[in-house]
């Protein structure tokens, strides 16, 4: 059995860990009884710690907001990660953050014992991060932190919602989880209105309460949200949509093509197909291109057809912005003679044999 100063430290740490506990199953982890559960959490409250408690069959304990953050309880890894995260959360897309995580890194570096200090330090020391700039309208973290906690205890969120075009209605949803891309924010939920799964941006959520009341938790759309969000990011939201084969590897294309640009899929160890939208098949053309990977439309056709066009159109501009031939000039000088290796094949100047295209 613990010793008492060191079973509360791990009562603290229980109570931390999640949001309620039954007398029971405290007592089960910690291997005392639930009398002695009642008296150490006496303990905590007699030191600061606001601990509620529920009584009857569904009862329980919850550690409450008190005045002061309690410490956390954390082991290595835990403080090592956490003080990593606080490093770099100031490239995440969410406003203010920067100064709130150093503010907050401090505090954690003043505490930690010299080794993991080390540890840490060496990690920023050794480390560049290479991160976007951040966008110029984040979410609030108050906000973002509000939607986690709806999300966590299956609360309806009301909420007034600003559109592309700066429109604004008024949302009344089941949250279920938030999504975070490397710079944006995605709250997915049912829409009561609607009835049918909805991807809200966090930055254009402005939340109304009070919320509730409580709500049965659904099925999710999809088993990955985060491919779930990507594909209604990408390509669900637009009108114009296609679908594509590139001539790269999965994991090449992958380096290149940001889950906003599409989602994609292996199709053989040489090619993948990319799903993806744009505003108008025109627009889409320059997306494809832009992407500078050999590709070939696989749906739909009229995206051939718009990219023949504008094949053609960029080939008379060509034509227009050729400079007239001088008759009197003199013609081009004879091609050199091609080099030629030991065994008799032709080889490009300056190109190892048998290399292929670039």
């Known amino acids: 059995m613990l010793e008492t100063s060191a079973r509360l430290l791990r009562l603290l740490s229980l109570l931390q860990a999640h949001r309620d506990w039954s007398g029971a199953d405290l007592a089960d982890r910690l291997g005392v009884t639930p009398r002695t559960v009642r008296r150490d959490v006496d303990r905590l409250r007699e030191l600061g710690y606001p601990v509620n408690a529920s009584p009857g069959t569904g009862g329980g304990y919850q550690l409450g907001a008190g005045a002061e953050l309690p410490p956390l309880l954390l082991d290595d890894d835990e403080a090592v990660a956490v003080a990593v995260g606080l490093r770099t959360a100031a490239g995440q897309g969410v406003e203010g953050i920067g100064e709130t995580s150093v503010r907050a890194l401090s505090k954690l570096e003043q505490v930690l014992p010299s080794r993991l200090r080390r540890r840490v330090g060496a990690l920023n020391a050794f480390t560049v991060p290479l991160l976007r700039a951040p966008q110029p309208q984040g979410v609030d973290p108050a906000v973002l932190t509000e939607l986690a906690d709806l999300c966590?205890?299956?609360?309806?969120?009301?909420?007034?919602?600003?559109?592309?075009?700066?429109?604004?209605?008024?949302?009344?949803?089941e949250p279920h989880r938030l999504v975070c891309?490397?710079?944006?924010?995605?709250?997915?939920?049912?829409?009561?209105?609607?009835?049918?799964?909805?991807?809200?941006?966090?930055?254009?959520?402005?939340?109304?309460?009070?919320h509730g009341p409580r709500c049965a938790p659904r099925t999710p759309p999809a088993d990955d949200l985060a491919a779930y969000v990507a594909e209604g990011v990408s390509?669900?939201?637009?009108?114009?949509?296609?679908?594509?084969?590139?001539?790269?590897?999965?994991?090449e294309a992958a380096q290149r093509i940001a889950p906003a640009d599409g989602t994609l899929?292996?199709?053989?160890?040489?090619?993948?197909?990319?799903?993806?939208?744009?505003?108008?098949?025109?627009?889409?053309?320059?997306?494809?291109?832009?992407?500078?990977?050999?590709?070939?439309?696989?749906?739909?056709?009229?995206?051939?057809?718009?990219?023949?066009?504008?094949?053609?159109?960029?080939?008379?501009?060509?034509?227009?912005g050729a400079p007239a031939a001088d008759p009197r000039a003199p013609g081009p000088p004879p091609a050199p003679r091609t080099p030629r290796t030991p065994d008799g094949a032709d080889r490009t100047p300056g190109t190892p044999s048998g290399s292929g295209a670039a």
């Open 235 to 251: 390509t669900r939201a637009y009108a114009a949509q296609a679908v594509v084969r590139l001539f790269v590897p999965l994991e």
């Open 181 to 210: 891309t490397e710079r944006r924010w995605y709250l997915v939920a049912w829409d009561l209105d609607r009835e049918d799964w909805r991807t809200f941006r966090a930055d254009r959520i402005a939340p109304r309460p009070p």
């Open 152 to 173: 966590r205890d299956s609360e309806r969120l009301r909420f007034d919602y600003r559109d592309h075009g700066g429109g604004s209605t008024r949302r009344t949803v």
């Open 265 to 320: 899929e292996a199709e053989t160890a040489e090619t993948c197909l990319l799903r993806t939208g744009a505003t108008s098949l025109d627009v889409m053309v320059f997306h494809v291109l832009f992407m500078g990977m050999e590709f070939q439309v696989v749906e739909p056709a009229a995206l051939t057809e718009r990219i023949a066009a504008s094949r053609d159109l960029l080939s008379r501009a060509l034509d227009r």
